[in-house]
T-cell receptor
Framework: AQKVTQAQTEISVVEKEDVTLDCVYE???????LFWYKQPPSGELVFLIR??????QNEISGRYSWNFQKSTSSFNFTITASQVVDSAVYFC?????????????FGKGITLSVRP | DTGVSQDPRHKITKRGQNVTFRCDPI?????LYWYRQTLGQGPEFLTY????????KSRLLSDRFSAERPKGSFSTLEIQRTEQGDSAMYLC??????????????FGPGTRLTVL
């Protein structure tokens, strides 16, 4: 069975601080995909990134960066120079990559509050 | 607007009543998913369709729940004899995915159900 653990539940930082959101996953599949989604107060889940299990390169997109390490089954998300607009709930999710069923298994989410 | 849309956005009903929600996916997407999200939790998979075929249902989907995607386009989720435990946000997502092609799921704004 697949499982995603987001051990941090709530994080509060002051604007311009860097913050890292942790994600640990469990799967027996050799092919799988990892995701991060953002859920702002409006409620709609916004896709941030997808990473497949064969690509361990770290990725940077503006102030966002992701660190994927298969050895520790982790896919951590760092926001550099946080802003108030980054305040949201962030979900890490896992999907098998077989195509036959690509349902997402989500973690419980991390509530990030960025104070001015 | 070419995103996933859901209707209604909010539904308040009395216990024992039936409710139906509608989801319109992104037009070219072949897969459509339903998830349920309760307060403080990540979304949980309910069921998904590949075109008009319902390919998997979660154990969470009791016999009071039924979903359809009659023409492979929009989908409906019906809950019969609602219970207070059905109160949640019901999320719809769509993707363009096959055994050979994997793409991320895009989510709609959700339907928030409150059962009194």
């Amino acid at each position: 069975a697949q499982k995603v653990t987001q051990a941090q539940t709530e994080i509060s930082v002051v604007e311009k601080e860097d913050v890292t959101l942790d994600c640990v996953y469990e799967t027996r599949d050799t092919t799988y995909y990892l995701f991060w989604y953002k859920q702002p107060p409006s409620g709609e889940l916004v896709f941030l990134i997808r990473r497949n299990s064969f690509d361990e390169q770290n990725e940077i997109s503006g102030r966002y960066s992701w660190n994927f390490q298969k050895s520790t089954s982790s896919f951590n998300f760092t926001i550099t120079a946080s802003q108030v607009v980054d305040s949201a709930v962030y979900f890490c999710a896992l999907s098998d990559g077989h195509g036959a069923n690509s349902k997402l298994t989500f973690g419980k989410g991390i509530t990030l509050s960025v104070r001015p | 607007d070419t995103g996933v849309s859901q209707d209604p956005r909010h539904k308040i009903t009395k216990r024992g009543q039936n409710v139906t929600f509608r989801c319109d996916p992104i037009s070219e997407h072949n897969r459509l998913y339903w998830y349920r999200q309760t307060l403080g939790q990540g979304p949980e998979f309910l069921t998904y369709f590949q075109n008009e075929a319902q390919l998997e249902k979660s154990r969470l989907l009791s016999d009071r729940f039924s979903a359809e995607r009659p023409k492979g386009s929009f989908s409906t989720l019906e809950i019969q004899r609602t219970e207070q435990g059905d109160s949640a946000m019901y999320l719809c997502a769509s993707s363009l995915t096959s055994a050979e092609l994997y793409n991320e799921q895009f989510f709609g704004p959700g339907t928030r159900l409150t059962v009194l």
